[in-house]
């Protein structure tokens, strides 16, 4: 398959505890991405990364941070958990540089419930 | 200002009618990617058909078609003859030319009903 993973699936917190997910790809792509989705929002972008330990922040970067400390591995943590954050997570992967028939390949997803 | 924009919320659709989901976009930039997925009710993101800024023809595949209008700023998806299958959430997306700034923009999505 596409070899991006997400985990955990499903998780359910509390408000004010950190939580991290993570995506793990097997395709070496350069590209790591955290998206939200949220009804009425659409995908919104969280952070990405464009290579090792190199990230930078999307629309919606409040309250998260991510860290990339080798290819395969994006994690993204929330700091502290609030009501707003519960959500569904998506990681996608792409290769930069080249607009031909490169969109995103996109894990599974995770959905986030803080309580 | 918002990039990506679908202003059809949700539609219901009889069963092998075409189906035209509407998608305006927003760019400076001579040189994007126009794309659109796919989200059915079990949630994963699936590619249907890309665009780019200089293609001459309008992109194909299979059932699906892009009705690309650039002086328009338009690239709507065109579904020939509807299937029950077809009922899901759909995203028009643009991607503009960046090396290091390359990310994808998403619209907030038309959910599709197509009825028996």
């Known amino acids: 398959d596409a070899g991006i993973t997400q985990s955990p699936r499903h998780k359910v917190t509390e408000t004010g505890t950190p939580v991290t997910l993570r995506c793990h790809q097997t395709?070496?792509?350069?590209?790591m991405y955290w998206y939200r989705q949220d009804p009425g929002h659409g995908l919104r972008l969280i952070h990405y990364?464009?290579?090792?330990?190199?990230?930078d922040k999307g629309e919606v970067s409040d309250g998260y941070s991510v860290s990339r400390s080798k290819t395969e591995d994006f994690l993204l943590t929330l700091e502290s958990a609030t009501s707003s954050q519960t959500s569904v997570y998506f990681c996608?992967?792409?290769?930069?540089?080249?607009?031909?028939?490169?969109?995103?390949?996109f894990g599974s997803g995770t959905r986030l419930t803080v309580v | 200002a918002q990039k990506i924009t679908q202003t059809q919320p949700g539609m219901f659709v009889q069963e092998k009618e075409a189906v035209t989901l509407d998608c305006t976009y927003d760019?400076?930039?001579?040189?994007?990617?126009l794309f659109w997925y796919k989200q059915p009710s079990s949630g994963e993101m699936i590619f249907l058909i890309y665009?780019?800024?200089?293609?001459?023809q309008n992109a194909t595949e299979g059932r699906y078609s892009l009705n690309f209008q650039k002086a328009r700023k338009s690239a709507n998806l065109v579904i020939s003859a509807s299937q029950l299958g077809d009922s899901a959430m759909y995203f028009c997306?643009?991607?503009?030319?960046?090396?290091?700034?390359?990310?994808?923009?998403f619209g907030k999505g038309t959910r599709l009903h197509i009825l028996p």
């Open positions: 760019t400076s930039d001579p040189s994007y990617g």
């Open positions: 997306a643009m991607r503009e030319n960046g090396y290091r700034d390359d990310k994808i923009i």
């Open positions: 996608a992967i792409s290769t930069p540089g080249h607009l031909d028939n490169y969109g995103y390949t």
């Open positions: 395709e070496n792509h350069r590209y």
């Open positions: 665009q780019g800024s200089y293609d001459q």
């Open positions: 990364s464009y290579g090792v330990k190199d990230t």
